[in-house]
Antibody
Framework: QLQLQESGPGLVKPSETLSLTCTVSGGSISSSSYYWGWLRQPPGKGLEWIGT???????YYNPSLKSRVTISVDTSKNQFSLKLSSVTAADTAVYYC????????????WGQGTLVTVSS | QSVLTQPPSASGTPGQRVTISCSGSSSNIGSNTVNWYQQFPGTAPKLLIY???QRPSGVPDRFSGSKSGTSASLAISGLQSEDEADYYC???????????FGGGTKLTVL
């Protein structure tokens, strides 16, 4: 059974870079059948797609975040990572990693999520 | 402001049928399939409906989805107290070149 687990600092200072890692277990991140994505949810608000990566490294980013986002993959560790630069309080959210199929497929499953607070 | 529009709340009594709407445009719902997610407080979203009307294994057939033009709907029949959750619609947007979500609907079982 595929499982995803987010990890990283829970507190980031304004203007710094948020860095999170998603560890995939129970399956290979190098599968040609899937993409791997990051999404977030500010407290009490709705979901927002951040970006998606294929195991070969091709990426797709939310245009509203594109200038600040980098998603990378480490197939040797079965992990993929998110970096979001120049963070502000508006970036405070629960960050989720998730898998989706190659075809226009939904995100499923999701990791449990990790809360990142931006505050000095 | 979410790209897809959902009512912020919905309610029903046990046993009733409730529908939640999701309105979009020609670049998202009008040209791509719709997915629905269920989220309980403090937990990650769970896929409920994909490709407009398909249920993943394990999802009760009380949950159904439909799409017409630039709108989609989630229907829950035989409402149960454990259905009380937030529900989100999602679709790919060809103009934004990304995934877009509705703002979510909080379902209350009275």
């Amino acid at each position: 059974q595929l499982q995803l687990q987010e990890s990283g600092p829970g507190l980031v200072k304004p203007s710094e870079t948020l860095s999170l890692t998603c560890t995939v277990s129970g399956g290979s991140i190098s599968s040609s059948s899937y993409y791997w994505g990051w999404l977030r949810q500010p407290p009490g608000k709705g979901l927002e797609w951040i970006g998606t990566i294929y195991y070969r490294g091709s990426t797709y980013y939310n245009p509203s975040l594109k200038s600040r986002v980098t998603i990378s993959v480490d197939t040797s560790k079965n992990q993929f990572s998110l970096k979001l630069s120049s963070v502000t309080a508006a970036d405070t959210a629960v960050y989720y990693c998730a898998r989706r199929g190659i075809l226009p497929s939904p995100f499923d499953p999701w990791g449990q999520g990790t809360l990142v607070t931006v505050s000095s | 402001q979410s790209v897809l529009t959902q009512p912020p709340s919905a309610s029903g009594t046990p046993g009733q049928r409730v529908t939640i709407s999701c309105s979009g445009s020609s670049s998202n719902i009008g040209s791509n399939t719709v997915n629905w997610y269920q989220q309980f407080p403090g937990t990650a979203p769970k896929l409920l409906i994909y490709s407009n009307n398909q249920r993943p294994s394990g999802v009760p057939d009380r949950f159904s989805g439909s799409k017409s033009g630039t709108s989609a709907s989630l229907a829950i029949s035989g409402l149960q107290s454990e259905d009380e959750a937030d529900y989100y619609c999602a679709a790919w947007d060809d103009s934004l070149n990304g995934w877009v979500f509705g703002g979510g609907t909080k379902l209350t079982v009275l």
